[in-house]
């Protein structure tokens, strides 16, 4: 089953590779990188799904996977568990065969429960009377030359 939420997308083709993030919700495909963003929308059925996919530039760089900045890719592929694979094609470029791996990304939330200290700072603890003189040299400066 292919879950609702953020994945990291790895991508290729013949002329070249790619990273990006993707959301997936509701049938709904939103991503980007660098360079381009995607959007879109996706059917599962089961371990296997379905997808077309708008890809467009929105910034001066990298060459497109695909060669035209602009493309809309049709799609299909499985999942299963945290990662789905996927392949197909673009309508303006039939030729360039397309590969995608998905990783699901799930975000790191701390417990609810946790606990943290909370450190407060006390000034008068702090050393007194330091300034550029005081401090200590650093162990590779050599000492200064005393003057003659």
């Not at 417990?111 to 702090?126: P, Q, S, T, Y």
Request: hydrophobic share 35%; proline share 7%; glycine share 10%.
């Amino acid at each position: 089953m292919l879950r609702d939420g953020k994945y990291a997308a790895w991508f290729r083709t013949p002329r070249g590779q790619g990273t990006g993030v993707v959301d997936l919700i509701a049938g709904r495909i939103a991503g980007r990188d660098s360079f381009f963003t995607y959007g879109g929308s996706y059917q599962v059925d089961q371990q296997r799904f379905t997808a077309i996919l708008t890809v467009k530039r929105h910034a001066e760089g990298n060459q497109s996977v695909f060669g035209p900045d602009e493309v809309e890719v049709t799609l299909s592929g499985d999942c299963g568990g945290a990662v789905a694979t996927c392949s197909g094609t673009a309508r303006e470029a039939p030729d360039v065969k397309f590969e995608a791996t998905l990783i699901y990304s799930q975000d790191d939330a701390p417990a609810a429960d946790a606990k943290c200290a909370i450190v407060r700072l006390n000034a008068d603890k702090l050393p007194k009377g330091l300034d550029s003189r005081s401090r200590p040299r650093h162990p590779f400066t050599p000492p200064k030359a005393p003057a003659s």
